[in-house]
């Protein structure tokens, strides 16, 4: 079961292709992007990512669900969002967010955080959605808190990487 290309009242989000391919090594070679996530890619690295996400996310039923965030105003996707690591038996998802410079400072994360996760439950078999930021990314912290995603310090689902925070939110508690 996959997650279908969802809209927002500002936003489209479509699934990933190869048009995005520019956006996509945009973002992973870019230091300011990539600054809460890890190292910045080499142009090379990035590509190969991008081919690899591109692969997996057409895997049906087991890959990731990655979507190009685009205005409605626009035609130019400015970033990217995901859900991946569905775990079926724990019945749980990571879902995840890159904004370009352009993208940033209109609001658009929160909408496009709120339609992921309204989209991942609606779609999929999960009661629980997982996000992971750098501790001292403060505006993923308090995009999180504001969406209704509660810290976990205690978790530690596959895929966490080191130092990161977890935020949780329940089929439940979503609304």
């Not at 479509?14 to 992973?28: H, V």
């Not at 230091?31 to 890619?41: D, K, N, V, W």
């Not at 995901?82 to 995840?96: D, F, L, P, S, Y």
């Not at 352009?102 to 909408?111: D, K, L, N, V």
């Amino acid at each position: 079961m996959r997650a279908p290309e969802f809209r927002t009242p500002r936003l489209r989000m479509r699934t990933l292709s190869e048009c995005d391919q520019a956006l996509f090594c945009r973002l992973y070679t870019d230091a300011e992007s990539m600054r809460f996530i890890g190292r910045p890619m080499s142009r090379a690295r990035a590509l190969a990512a991008f081919d690899f996400t591109l692969q997996c996310s057409r895997e049906e039923n087991t890959g990731p669900c990655f979507f190009a965030i685009v205005p409605k105003t626009s035609r130019r996707a400015v970033g990217l969002c995901a859900i991946q690591r569905v775990a079926r038996t724990a019945k749980r998802a990571e879902i995840g967010i890159m904004l370009a410079r352009e993208g940033r400072g209109q609001s658009f994360g929160a909408e496009a955080v709120s339609g992921l996760a309204s989209s991942a439950f609606e779609a999929l078999p999960i009661d629980l959605l997982w996000v992971q930021y750098h501790p001292a990314n403060t505006a993923a912290r308090r995009l999180f808190a504001r969406l209704s995603f509660l810290p976990e310090p205690r978790a530690r689902p596959r895929g966490l990487r080191r130092g990161q925070c977890i935020g949780v939110t329940q089929r439940s508690a979503w609304t």
